[in-house]
Each structure stands twice: as C-alpha cells, then as structure tokens.
C-alpha cells in the first residue's frame, strides 16, 4: 500500500552487505524499485559462490561500484587451489554492472554443469 506521496510504497528488505547487489542498495535509499531483477539473485548467488569455495565473505557491492581497492581476493591467497572457470564465473555474477552481469539463475546453473562436467573429464 501507499503511505503517501513522501513515504515510499516499498520497503526494502534488510541488506546482507556481502550478498547484496548495488541496484539493491539504490532501492533501499529511494524506496522503489527500478532495477532489480533476475540478475539481482545472479549477484546474490555469486557472493555466496565465492563464501562457500573460499570460506571468506565477497567485498561489498557499493565498495566494487566505487573502484575502491574491494576487489575479490583471490583463493590462492588464502591457500586454496580453485580452477579458473569458478572465480571467471563469480566475476560475471557479481559484475556491478548489470549490463554486464548474467542475467539468470538458469545460465548460472549452465555455467556451473558445463564447470563440473569439464573437471569430471579432466580426472
């Protein structure tokens, strides 16, 4: 419902800094939504790709946007091998650019098989 022309119709929901994605930050300051979609959840699952292979927590999204030194660290610094295929994949689902982003939980899980199906053929 709407609370009147200065409250918003929205609320945003709570934030998890190291999952949320930046369009869901400008959602939460203005109180609607204008670009969150699909691709919101493909950055959402990036983050949480990126915790569950390195046990750390991704930068958070408005830091990335900023260019600040929040990039990702890479699993080598923290001693863990990774292929290649998995931090490229993290990468596209967490760009701060939605443009640039995938744009679907269904070509994140194509990603993902196509992942594990090449690291099966290679024992």
């Given amino acids: 419902y709407n609370m009147g022309e200065n409250q918003p119709a929205v609320q945003a929901a709570f934030l998890k800094t190291a999952y949320a994605a930046p369009e869901q930050y400008r959602t939460a300051k203005e109180g609607r939504v204008e670009d969150e979609g699909t691709w919101t959840d493909v950055y959402a699952a990036g983050a949480v790709m990126y915790y569950l292979l390195t046990g750390h927590k991704a930068p958070d999204a408005l830091s990335r ?54 690291e099966k053929e290679e024992r």
């Fill in 65 to 118: 946007e900023a260019k600040a030194a929040a990039n990702f660290v890479t699993p080598k610094k923290y001693n863990i091998k990774l292929k290649k295929g998995w931090m490229k994949l993290i990468h596209r689902c967490t760009e701060p650019d939605i443009q640039k982003r995938i744009s679907s939980c269904r070509v994140v899980r194509e990603e993902i098989e196509h992942l594990l199906k090449h």
